[in-house]
């Protein structure tokens, strides 16, 4: 049996357990000070002793929670992102070390205290903090798979933050992350079509999948329960709030994902913007493969069957592995287009003049490394985002790769 | 047809001189092709009790909720209980009345002073009698109480349910707080092909009733049932439903002929049961034990409980002990359902004899039992319904 740790307990000679904070099916957490920091922290380990599942389950989900946490914090957190600080081993039981959601309440237990949230004010603030954290975790190649209430703890001040990733994880490269490395399917009412029934559907997983859990939150948020049902307006069931609010969710739960909010940075806007109307949308066109896509803000252009976040549109690599999971991401501000380079090799956009090169600063930082030129042709370091304009060509690795797209703003 | 049949017995050779096996059938029903239509009557418990902690505005809410998941086609109807029984609202196809009128109705039902389940339950399961109903038909009693009905006991609900279930309505019950009787709660969930839960706090209720009508929606097939067509002298024993929910089933007996009732079809959800046969003596070789007919949504599929009488020692020592796990661990859960902690041990000292005490089934076994003794109502109502091929638990 497993060593089972107690309050008072001093965990690799710096965490001191104070007390209790609860259990799920496959961790136990406590409060704990950090005695070189003097800090308030949390302390998570396997919960051994109080789960219904095999010890082996508990394991391989604990280290998926302790993987992906090293990749969020490596990629610098998010607000709404639980921190990791710490991972330890002590008496052969392995341990995170967290940060402490300060005053945080789990959401349902949130609206089992309180009751639904019926001020549509605070439902979209939390719905874009929610939006936004999930938008960042797709950056950073990490899926959450298992958006729902229990997972979310709202602070006080209703700020949202992500707490359990033991689902979640980077993607395989099935393209079928919800059915893990075990074949487990993690079913319901907050998952889409396309995530709980992935191994019998040809229906590709997405950002816009995330966007479908988020709607759902938000209707849970506003009714304190939710159905499978997709497309639920929230007036249906007795909901009263804005128009706009219940018109968003309707939309984001969608069974048919084109019908959908494409991504979670596009569900933030309209949140933001308090105006369910899908953002304005630009079209590419594959100029080789003669090929039309619309694209919205938010949208992604990566490489099919890539191990990493589905891209919205996902094109097949016509010379291996040179395009990224996540080459290229198109954004809009003040009503202009942008394109924002995520590659490790680079992209090139022809704007009349010339090709001017487009290269994240992660990509550089590998080019460098590798002793290869990250410059543009003049000689100088290229830009992460550029300015599209009507008529401007793309071209993903180099102009010569053979993947080249016409932008055209509509 | 809608489901294949599958059958597995613990032992696939056995001696001349007879054995007592461990059998255990599946039922996989197929992908749904037609929504069906569904008939919902929600029986409500409006005594005074449940006014106290807010269980009747969310049971209002609870109603609210379901009228958000009903279709057009489908019919729904209200029955509040307390001393008198009130037909809130008549069975009514969702198309012909409008949500604002429906949720009036909810909001007249007025507060009384004891617990009529008996009644309310008759009223409810009568408003969904006479809707014309096929193969295509969901029905369902949705019964939500928080008390004892201390004019009728038990047995007399067990009568009950066997009458509405016979009309091809399936119950599922659901208990507050501390005060119903679990007892009830659990027959009528069980003998009509429904399920039983208890719920924690008023903020389930909605989920509960949700639920119930999203999982309505998912039928396949409604009446289904097993027939097992034995062999002379082949006895059938300790017969269970391991899937959906773990429950002791009667069989009903004609001749040579048992009966096993099933809960409704559901898209792709795996039902199971779980059995001990006693295969008589006979002369070297396979023998059928018996025939198995599965018959749902008006048709029928069949296999065979086989086993080959031998000598040959090797092939006598072919054991496939899960199969035997699953019994007894269904044995437990369901022991564990009824809050008998005692018996449970029991079980799990026998587990622990036949398969040893590292076996993770015992283990598991072991710590359920622990969260029951340490527990209330809710661990025991869950302990029937751990998943554990399909899932984990979260």
């Known amino acids: 049996m497993p060593w089972e740790p107690e309050p008072g307990d001093t965990i690799a000679g710096r965490y001191e357990l104070e007390e209790f904070l609860g259990k799920g099916g496959f961790a136990k957490a406590y409060k704990a000070t950090d005695r070189d920091t003097g800090d308030t922290v949390v302390l998570k380990h396997p919960n051994y002793t109080e789960s219904q599942n095999e010890e082996s389950v508990i394991e391989e989900y604990f280290e998926k929670e302790a993987d992906s946490l090293e990749r969020i914090a490596a990629a610098g957190g998010h607000e709404n992102v639980m921190d990791l600080y710490d991972k330890v081993r002590f008496r052969d039981v392995p341990f995170l070390v967290v940060e402490l959601v300060e005053g945080g309440l789990e959401l349902d237990n949130v609206i089992d205290e309180h009751g639904p949230i019926e001020d549509s004010e605070q439902v979209r603030q939390i719905g874009i903090d929610l939006a936004d954290a999930m938008g960042f975790l797709h950056e950073n190649e990490i899926v959450y798979r298992d958006l729902k209430p229990e997972n979310v703890m709202l602070k006080p001040d209703i700020t949202p933050t992500l707490i359990d990733f033991n689902t979640a994880t980077d993607f395989d490269s099935t393209g079928d992350p919800s059915t893990g490395n075990q074949g487990t399917t993690i079913l319901g009412p907050f998952k889409p079509r396309e995530v709980a029934e992935a191994s019998r559907t040809d229906v590709r997983q997405g950002p816009w999948s995330d966007v479908y859990s988020i709607g759902k939150i938000l209707l849970f948020l506003l009714k304190g329960s939710v159905p499978k049902k997709d497309g639920v307006n929230p007036h249906d069931f007795g909901a009263d709030c804005d128009d706009y609010l219940a018109e968003i969710v309707e939309r984001a739960t969608q069974s048919d994902y084109r019908h959908r909010y494409r991504n979670a940075t596009v569900l933030r806007d309209v949140l933001e913007e308090k105006d369910p109307s899908p953002p304005s949308t630009a079209s590419i066109r594959y100029i080789q493969a003669g090929k039309q896509f619309s694209v919205e803000p938010g949208d992604t252009i990566g490489r099919e069957g890539a191990n990493g976040p589905p891209a919205s549109i996902t094109i097949e690599d016509p010379q291996g592995e040179y395009i990224s999971s996540v080459q290229v991401q198109f954004e809009t501000e003040g009503g202009e287009w942008y394109l924002v380079d995520r590659s490790l090799n680079g992209t090139f956009v022809q704007q009349g003049s010339g090709w001017q090169r487009v290269l994240c600063g992660a990509g550089r930082d590998r080019l460098e490394e590798k002793g290869e030129d990250y410059t543009d042709r003049h000689g100088e370091e290229p830009p992460e985002s550029i300015r599209l304009e009507d008529g401007d060509l793309i071209s993903l690795v180099h102009p010569t790769y053979g993947v080249t797209f016409e932008f055209k703003a509509e | ?394």
Request: aromatic residues 4%; proline residues 3%.
């Open chain 2, 1 to 394: 047809m809608t489901a294949n049949v599958v059958t597995d017995v613990n032992r696939p050779y056995v001696p001349a001189g007879g054995a007592k096996l461990t059998a255990e059938i599946e039922v996989e029903p197929g992908e749904q092709e037609i929504e069906p239509v569904r008939h919902i009557a929600l029986c409500i418990d409006s005594s005074g009790s449940m006014y106290e902690g807010g269980n009747m505005d969310r049971a209002r809410g609870g109603a609210e909720w379901v009228f958000g998941l009903l279709n057009d086609d489908d019919y729904v109807s209200i029955v509040a209980f307390d001393t008198e029984v009130d037909v809130v609202l008549d069975a009514t196809r969702w198309g012909d009345i409008s949500r604002q009128d429906a949720v009036e109705k909810v909001h007249d039902i007025q507060a009384g002073g004891g617990t009529d389940m008996y009644q309310g339950l008759t009223a409810a399961a009568d408003t969904l009698k006479d809707l014309p109903s096929d193969e295509n038909t969901a029905r369902r009693v949705l019964l939500l109480s928080d008390g004892k009905d201390n004019t009728h006991d038990p047995p007399e609900f067990e009568t009950l349910a066997r009458e509405i279930d016979s009309a091809g309505i399936r119950i599922k019950s659901a208990g507050i707080g501390e005060d119903y009787r679990s007892e009830t709660i659990r027959k009528l969930g069980s003998v009509a092909r429904g399920d039983w839960t208890h719920l924690q706090a008023s903020g389930d209720i909605e989920q509960f009733f949700g639920d119930a009508v999203e999982e309505a929606g998912s039928v396949v097939a409604p009446d289904a049932e097993l027939e097992l067509d034995i062999a002379d002298g082949v006895e059938v024993s300790e017969v269970y439903r391991a899937l959906p929910q773990t429950q002791e089933v009667s069989p009903e007996w004609n001749a040579n002929s048992a009966v096993i009732k099933l809960p409704d079809l559901l898209d792709r959800e795996t039902q199971r049961v779980v059995l001990k046969i006693h295969a008589p003596a006979r002369p070297l070789g396979e023998h059928q034990l018996a025939d198995v007919t599965l018959t749902a949504g008006g048709e029928t599929a069949t296999t065979a409980l086989s086993v080959e009488y031998s000598d040959d020692e090797e092939l006598l020592q072919q054991h496939n002990e899960d199969i035997d796990i699953d019994h007894k661990q269904t044995v437990i859960q369901t022991e564990l359902g009824k809050g008998n902690v005692a018996e449970a041990q029991t079980q799990i000292e026998q587990m622990t004899r036949i398969h040893g005490a590292d076996t993770d089934a015992v283990q598991s076994a072991e710590r359920q039992t622990q969260i029951v003794m340490e527990g209330g109502r809710e661990e025991q109502s869950r302990a029937t319904k751990i998943v554990t091929d399909e899932g984990i638990q979260k």
